[in-house]
């Protein structure tokens, strides 16, 4: 079992900044992902990461806005998004296979966060 904790999210302006993180309750060297889940809308994958720093990104809806990137020491994979735009609002969720193998399938992935926040206001 993986326990994810997210954080980073909130309130921002068009334009601005967050950082997420997620904090995982153990070493894995599996891959990570974030998706986001937008009111009545299905959840979409965002990014995801393997051990080596492999990335596969949804290109068409975050393509040099976001980064993803990840600290095994620290168990914890992060989520930079610049440039944001109102169409960004959503819950952010981290997410965690049982494989090293990234994929953009949110039913491929084993382990959830609780979902953090981010609003922007145009």
């Known amino acids: 079992q993986v326990q994810l904790v997210e954080s980073g999210g909130g309130l921002v302006q068009t334009g601005g900044s967050l950082r997420l993180s997620c904090v995982a309750s153990?070493?894995?060297?599996?891959?990570m992902g974030w998706f986001r889940q937008a009111p009545g809308k299905e959840r979409e994958f965002v990014a995801a990461?393997?051990?080596?720093?492999?990335?596969?990104t949804d290109a068409d809806s975050v393509k040099g806005r976001f980064t993803i990137s990840r600290d095994n020491a620290k168990n914890t994979v992060y989520l930079q998004m610049n440039s944001l735009k109102p169409e960004d609002t959503a819950v952010y969720y981290c997410?965690?296979?049982?494989?090293?193998?990234?994929?953009?399938?949110?039913?491929?992935?084993?382990?959830w966060g609780q979902g953090t926040q981010v609003t922007v206001s145009s």
């Open positions: 997410a965690a296979r049982s494989s090293p193998v990234v994929v953009s399938t949110p039913e491929l992935y084993d382990y």
């Open positions: 153990r070493r894995t060297l599996n891959a």
């Open positions: 990461i393997d051990w080596r720093g492999g990335i596969l």
